[in-house]
Nanobody, 119 residues
């Protein structure tokens, strides 16, 4: 099994910055991607940013140019640097890891970390 532990959420004023971290532990096979999703109250969970094993990245249009996803392969850790935060970025942010294990694609989630941006 794989465990994901997130940290770095909190309360910040609009225009400020936060950095989220997510460390993966346990028996990890072949990581396909690591990334971040978020869910605001009353809304569906949405992709924020993802970084794949080949280091390619994808971002939601709403965060492009403001957020940066990166990964430390040696530590199995993924980061999300969030700059120029807006009140609409307020949500619970979830770390996600996808891995191939015995020809099965497994999907793991962290417990979530709250990010609140005040106006």
């Amino acid at each position: 099994q794989v465990q994901l532990v997130e940290s770095g959420g909190g309360l910040v004023q609009a225009g400020g910055s936060l950095r989220l971290s997510c460390a993966a532990s346990g028996t990890i096979f072949s990581i396909t991607s690591m990334g971040w999703y978020r869910q605001a109250p009353g809304k569906q969970r949405e992709l924020v940013a993802v970084i794949r094993s080949g280091e390619s990245t994808n971002y939601a249009d709403s965060v492009t140019g403001r957020f940066t996803v990166s990964r430390d392969n040696a530590k199995n850790t993924v980061y999300l640097q969030m700059n120029s935060l807006k009140p609409e970025d307020t949500a619970v942010y979830y770390c996600n890891l996808k891995e191939w294990r015995y020809s099965i694609l497994n999907n793991y989630w962290g417990q979530g970390t709250q990010v609140t941006v005040s106006s």
